[in-house]
């Protein structure tokens, strides 16, 4: 099973709301990452957790909030967001904690509105 | 800082065409290249990846890319182009750190019949 599991696919939110976005993988992997893209441009990294912990946090603004309750999973909460936060959030994985070095496997993604 | 340039961020090719998507690195030191696919409404999936070793790489798809070091490139290539290999393409490399990818801005592939 090589699959990353995201939900929701699409969430529309308000700016004054709080959402949360979940990504799942059961492959045994040791690094999550989670990455923001805007349209026709390349994936931005935002967090990456290695071994359950928070290893690298790509000056991200307060208003998102990473959480990794368990190897096989990592949230996003969102809170407060702005129109410009929307986009498409990827959630990826890889089986160590070199990400620059390894496969990444990624999900399918939350395209998220903020209204 | 290692930076990714890929050349082109349109290609069009007819169907059964040579495709050639390009990429450059910066890095002094050759990093660990990859090249991976956007599908519209998807997540990215990899086609292939340089390490060390054989300059040939052989992916998925048909797909092959060649790590040049004199010339700090790492092209994408397929021989004969199918109306499935529309989509995002996307060359990335580690950063310096090799804790995470570096990617470059895209090259969007259309294949006509």
């Known amino acids: 099973d090589t699959e990353v599991t995201q939900t929701p696919k699409h969430l529309v939110m308000g700016m004054t709301n709080k959402k949360s976005l979940k990504c799942e993988q059961h492959?045994?992997?040791?690094?999550m990452y989670w990455y923001k893209q805007k349209a026709k441009k390349p994936p931005e990294l935002m967090f990456v957790y290695s071994y359950e912990k928070l290893s690298i946090n790509e000056s991200v603004p307060s208003r998102f909030s990473p959480e990794c309750p368990n190897s096989s999973l990592l949230n996003l909460h969102l809170h407060a967001l702005q129109p410009e936060d929307s986009a498409l959030y990827l959630c990826?994985?890889?089986?160590?904690?070199?990400?620059?070095?390894?496969?990444?496997?990624f999900g399918p993604g939350t395209r998220l509105l903020v209204l | 800082a290692q930076s990714v340039t890929q050349l082109g961020s349109h290609v069009s090719v007819s169907e059964g065409a040579l495709v050639l998507l390009r990429c450059n690195y910066s890095s002094s030191v050759p990093p660990y290249l990859f090249w991976y696919v956007q599908y519209p409404n998807q997540g990215l999936q990899l086609l292939l990846k340089?390490?060390?070793?054989?300059?040939l790489v052989k992916g998925i798809n048909g797909f092959e890319a060649e790590f040049k070091k004199s010339e700090t490139s790492f092209h994408l290539t397929k021989p004969s182009a199918h109306m499935s290999d529309a989509a995002e393409y996307f060359c990335?490399?580690?950063?310096?750190?090799?804790?995470?990818?570096?990617f470059g801005k895209g090259t969007t592939l259309s294949v006509s019949s």
């Open positions: 990826a994985s890889s089986q160590g904690d070199r990400g620059g070095e390894e496969t990444q496997y």
């Open positions: 990335a490399a580690t950063n310096q750190a090799g804790t995470a990818l570096i």
């Open positions: 492959m045994g992997h040791r690094a």
């Open positions: 340089y390490t060390t070793g054989a300059t």
